[in-house]
């Protein structure tokens, strides 16, 4: 495979096209009054979901761009608070900065001057394509748990069909 389609690849994984539902689909008209509900045995809200997607993928965004990264520690920094609640514009603002953090992996993804191969400063020999797969993995797995949550909690649109 060369250069070029091995990043047109991993872009559309990382955007969650193909066999993952996309995060803008999954997030997409969010009742208010439901931002900081939780589903039966579940221990944290809708927005702490987003919020744990988000904190994950700026720390893997830091990782690849940052010579100085310095580990966060696992799970603390990683979630918010367990009695953290955001507001409306709080959980919008989680969206939009999960959305402006993915569009700079991609765009490091993108550019024919990034080595996908070449090692992280700092890591013990991680590299691009690496941290792409585990960003766009996480983020499937939790963007479907989002998704779940919404069917549990009713919190999909009424004129939704699928």
Known sequence: MD???LRKQL?????GVGAHMPFEEAVADFPDEAINRRAPNVD???????????LTQW???EYV???????????REYWPEPDAVATRQQFD???????EDRAALRAILMDPATDLWAVIPGSPGHNLVREIRIDA?????????????????????ANRTD
């Open 3 to 5: 250069d070029k389609a």
């Open 11 to 15: 872009a559309q994984l990382l955007d």
């Open 44 to 54: 944290y809200g809708p927005w702490q979901l987003l919020e744990h997607l988000r």
């Open 59 to 61: 720390d893997i965004l």
């Open 65 to 75: 761009r940052n010579p100085d990264y310095e580990e966060r520690e696992w799970p």
């Open 93 to 99: 603002e989680t969206i939009r900065l999960f959305l």
């Open 137 to 157: 993995d996480h983020n499937a797995y939790h963007i479907g748990e989002f998704a779940i949550l919404r069917q549990v909690m009713g919190t999909w649109p």
